[in-house]
């Protein structure tokens, strides 16, 4: 029987916390119960709740069909399968009602709400409308599969005799960069940069599992070098066995409010690798130099630029009231613009302009540094509110953006446009 207290196969799976120790137990448990199976996609055969007996649980089983114009009436051949209650668990066919099970060989695998946008997309399904485990949807996918001569590689986390997909990826897909390796490479950094590490907290889901981590030496070294700088350096590591498939060490910096600003980073795909033999032999070694080369240079980055931007007046004593909040009101404008495509609604950059209008004085000139720090204040508070984590992600990735946005010519432009 599966230990119901046990969450890893819930889709909406989430766990945050600040405890190393904690971080390594989940992330051990998680890993192990992560596992994955290649197979060719022919063999896929999907199954679909119907009914229950006394003894048994009925499934329609999809093998073949004739296409029709509408495909909701496609016209199929449904078989009926017939599961034995004693050879599965009673939380097995309780979660099956709620989905899909797909068959291979004899496996059989509960599908998650992840796993449908990378079965449409590895199957090759051409459908928009699938949008859920309907049988026109588990007819489109058979279609696909009885086409497609490739193999696939599905991720899935077994717990008890569950095992639910949440992730199909390509063949050459390899799961050795899992939470346990990066959890193992973030216990030997500190060693091979001489520097201390302390962690600040983690995200894990079902999706991927995001460590916040802080380097108090760098911190030290940069406000002793730079003074107009108030952030806290930080380093972030984040790794996806579904959906982005990828391992990724990233520099970044903590405001006051506490977004997270992020750098360039480096990236590791999960893909088997020909030179080495299918195997990560020295790949420890490869991160551990990049992340030397690009991540701990680049932390200096941002405090050089917050110095270049504390010499930028976006008004000044030459100008008259009305030329300063027009300017003032243009600039901020064209960083929301130009920074913000789509992440935030028009009622959210209403409020932000509204807000730093709230910012503007006439009685000392504005630098492109305190716009920069407005921008990070408003937009801290923004996302404490009732902004999703993706939401988040995506708004700290376009505020990352402004420090570097180009004030002078923007500022030059206005310039122009005024004669």
Request: overall charge negative; hydrophobic content about 40%.
């Amino acid at each position: 029987m599966v230990n119901t207290n046990v969450n890893f196969l819930n889709d909406n799976f989430l766990s945050t916390g600040t405890n190393m120790t904690e971080l390594i137990s989940i992330t051990d448990k998680l890993t192990k119960k992560t596992k994955t199976k290649l197979f060719p996609v022919k063999k896929a055969n999907f199954l679909l709740y119907k009914e229950e007996r006394e003894k048994s649980v009925i499934f329609r089983e999809i093998n073949d069909f004739i296409a029709m114009e509408d495909i909701a009436t496609m016209n199929c051949i449904v078989d009926e399968v017939e599961l034995e209650k004693e050879n599965f668990s009673e939380a097995f066919f309780k979660a099956a009602k709620k989905t899909a099970v797909m068959k291979i060989d004899n496996d059989y695998f509960l599908l998650s709400e992840r796993a449908l946008f990378s079965l449409k997309d590895k199957f090759k399904a051409d459908a928009i409308f699938m949008t859920e485990y309907s049988l026109p949807t588990l007819l489109t996918l058979r279609e696909a599969a009885n086409n497609n001569s490739a193999s696939v590689k599905v991720v899935y986390r077994e717990v008890g005799d569950i095992k639910k997909i949440f992730y199909v990826g390509c063949e050459k897909f390899n799961e050795l960069l899992n939470d346990s390796f990066m959890v193992e490479m973030l216990d030997k950094l500190p060693i091979e940069m001489a520097r201390e590490m302390d962690l600040i907290n983690y995200v894990i889901s079902q999706e991927k599992t995001i460590i916040y981590s802080c380097f108090p030496e760098i911190e030290e070294e940069i406000k002793e070098k730079y003074q107009n700088f108030n952030l806290e350096p930080v380093l972030i590591a984040q790794n996806s066995l579904i959906g982005e498939s990828s391992l990724i060490f990233q520099e970044g910096w903590k405001t006051p409010k506490g977004m997270i600003l992020r750098g360039n980073g480096v990236s590791f795909k999960h893909l088997f690798q020909e030179k080495r033999n299918h195997t990560f032999e020295n790949l420890e070694d490869e991160i551990i130099e990049k992340v030397k080369e690009k991540i701990f240079v680049d932390y200096f980055k941002l405090p050089k630029r917050f110095e270049e931007l504390s010499n930028i007046e976006i008004t000044s004593e030459e100008m008259s009231n009305d030329e300063m909040r027009v300017t003032y009101e243009n600039v901020i404008a064209e960083v929301i613009r130009k920074c913000f495509k789509t992440e935030l609604s028009r009622k959210k950059k209403a409020l932000i302009k509204e807000r730093l209008r709230n910012h503007f004085t006439a009685s000392m000139p504005i630098t492109a540094l305190m716009v920069t720090s407005w921008f990070f204040e408003i937009l801290g508070d923004l996302i404490k509110n009732d902004c999703s984590r993706d939401l988040i992600d995506a708004i700290e990735k376009s505020t990352s953006l402004i420090p570097f946005f180009d004030f002078e010519k923007e500022l030059k432009t206005l310039n122009i446009l005024a004669y």
